[in-house]
């Protein structure tokens, strides 16, 4: 029984390659990616694009400090329930507000306690930590970008307002900080 694929030119007198579905009769070709999420954000050319970038720091920094602030309502809840569940045990009471369940464990049942303290920290609290990280992550982009676009307008400023024989001893040595300490012994 002979493979006839579609987008292989059968004209040929020996196709091989599928460019439509990736068959191919003499290899195999797995490709495997791995990725990760990252933050990325726009360059900074301008002034106008500055203030934008601060204004988009603020209101990250107001987003965070509400997210900041759901999880730390979240941390008297997990610190009661937990005290539940250890007063639970220590009096060694039988299970009263326990449901019956027959899942994985076959008719174990489970504290409700536990329940509650189970989806209150790795559903709620994950999802505010995971949303926190994330801003957190978007923050540190933008003032990075910040951080590169006042150091290029700063060492162009300083360029542009150095003396003129300042600046020939710059070309000269091809340092700054030697044309600059030279400078200062000549003021002297």
Known sequence: AALTLRA?????????????????????????????PCCAVDTIENDEERKKMVQTIGTL?????????????????????????????????PDENS????GAFGGAHINRVIQTLAHKYCVESKGHFEDLSKIIQKVLACRKELVAYDRSQSEQHKEDTLPVYAGLLQNYDGDVTKGTMLLGYLSS
Request: glycine share 6%.
């Open 8 to 36: 292989i030119n059968y004209d040929e007198k020996d196709p091989f390659l599928c460019h439509a579905c990736g068959f191919c009769k003499y290899a195999k070709f797995d490709y495997t990616l791995l990725a990760r």
């Open 61 to 93: 920094l107001d987003k965070a400090d509400r997210v900041y602030r759901q999880l730390s309502m979240n941390k008297p809840v997990l610190e009661s329930l937990v005290h539940k569940i250890t007063e639970h045990r220590i009096e060694g009471r």
């Open 99 to 102: 449901n019956g369940g027959s």
